[in-house]
Each structure stands twice: as C-alpha cells, then as structure tokens.
C-alpha cells in the first residue's frame, strides 16, 4: 500500500525566512497530495493541494511543488510569521478509488520573531 | 454553514469498558473517514463511508473496532474492551464524494483517554 514519509520531523526558522518541508511517495498511481496545517489542540485544516496534473501551485506565501517522477512533492512557505508556526502533515490519495488520505509523520515548524 | 463536529470532546473510560464516538459530517457531504492520531503522531485512517456503505474498512486495527453510519449523516465509532493503546484523539472528515477528489473537512476530534 501507500507509504508517505516527510521531513524534517522538526524544523526552526527565523521569522521572514523561508521553510520547505518534502514528502516522498511509493504509489505511483497517487494523483492528489493535499497539505494540513494543524495548530496544537485543533484540528487539521486544509491549506493547499496539488494534482497529479500540474507541477506547481502557489497561494500567496505557500507553494507546493510535485515531482511525479521522483515521487515526492514539497511545502514551501516564503516570508514565515509567528502564526505559522504549527505542524503540516502531508498526504496522498493511493490507487484504489475511496479517498482515503495516507499521511506523513509530521513537521513541528517553529517561527521565531 | 455549520462544520464538522464531533462528540464527545474528551472521553475517559477505564480498561475494558466499551465507548462510543460521534460524528455529524457537513449536510450534503456523502463521503465520511474517520482517522485516529495518537500522542505526536501523523492521522492514521480507519474506516471510510459512501453513504452509509463501507466499502473501506481496512485501516480497523482489529475486531474491537467498528463503525456504523445511518441515513447518510450520523456516524458512531464504536470501540469495545477498550485497551490502554487505544488513547488517542480520534478524528471524522466528510467530504462531498460521490466520484472526484474533494477536499476532506475535519472535526475537532475526540480524545479518548483508556485509563
């Protein structure tokens, strides 16, 4: 089945610098990949997506990047600010029709002013 | 319009006692999930709904486990015999379905201490 793996597991930045967290995929056929931003004691909320059918997509401050090839997709965030601070979980979708997501690990982004 | 929302926030049972969990998806949304994610950890899927069809239940970690949907809406995560290593927050999404990707929403999550 699918497995997804994302680094770091950590990652600290000063505030106005950029952070880029990337996930790896093993299921060739997966053909969406959403990221979840999710603040401590809330619940996941979607921040962007990509399909299989484009190789970036950007909304203002964060873009994400799809490598099918190498089966891996990346989160980059330019101009980071305190309240991004939180853990972003990738996902994908695997072959087999009912949309479950498969989920990486985590990374636990630290803004610092 | 209202979200997804889940009952109970928090949930403490002790060991071998059976729990139930709520989920009341986004009206109109035929696809459900329920995910669990334990202390620190990424989501985990569990269980999937079309309707009230699961054709997907092949993330139950085991028979204590089950889920039902009635009416297309409601869905009931029910755990028996609960064990110590089933605490964690477990979490419902909905998502319009019916064919395509559409994005999943998320409840806030139940967690559930087995003490």
């Known amino acids: 089945g699918e497995n997804v793996e994302q680094h770091p597991s950590t990652l600290s930045v000063q505030e106005g610098d950029s952070a880029v967290i990337k996930c790896t995929y093993s299921?060739?056929?997966?053909?969406?990949f959403p990221w979840y931003k999710q603040e401590l004691g809330k619940r996941p909320q979607l921040i962007i997506d990509?399909?299989?059918?484009?190789g970036e997509k950007k909304d203002q401050r964060i873009a994400v990047t799809l490598n099918k090839t190498a089966k891996h997709f990346s989160l980059h965030i330019t101009e980071t600010q305190p309240e991004d601070s939180a853990v972003y979980f990738c996902a994908a979708i695997p072959s087999g029709g009912y949309n479950k997501l498969i989920f990486g690990a985590g990374t636990r982004l630290a803004v610092h002013p | 319009g209202a979200g997804v929302s889940q009952s109970p926030s928090n949930k403490v049972t002790e060991k071998g006692k059976d729990v139930e969990l709520r989920c009341d998806p986004i009206?109109?949304?035929?696809?459900l999930y329920w995910y669990r994610q334990s202390l620190g950890q990424g989501l985990e899927f569990l269980i999937y709904?079309?309707?009230?069809?699961?054709?997907?239940k092949s993330g139950l970690p085991s028979d204590r486990f089950s889920a039902e949907r009635t009416g297309g809406s409601v869905s009931t995560l029910t755990i028996q015999r609960t064990q110590q290593e089933d605490s964690a927050v477990y979490l419902c999404?909905?998502?319009?379905?019916?064919?395509?990707?559409?994005?999943?929403?998320f409840g806030p999550g139940t967690r559930l201490t087995v003490t």
């Open positions: 999404a909905s998502s319009a379905g019916g064919g395509g990707i559409y994005e999943q929403y």
């Open positions: 990509i399909r299989s059918n484009v």
């Open positions: 299921d060739s056929a997966s053909n969406y």
């Open positions: 009206s109109g949304h035929t696809a």
């Open positions: 709904f079309q309707g009230n069809s699961a054709p997907d």
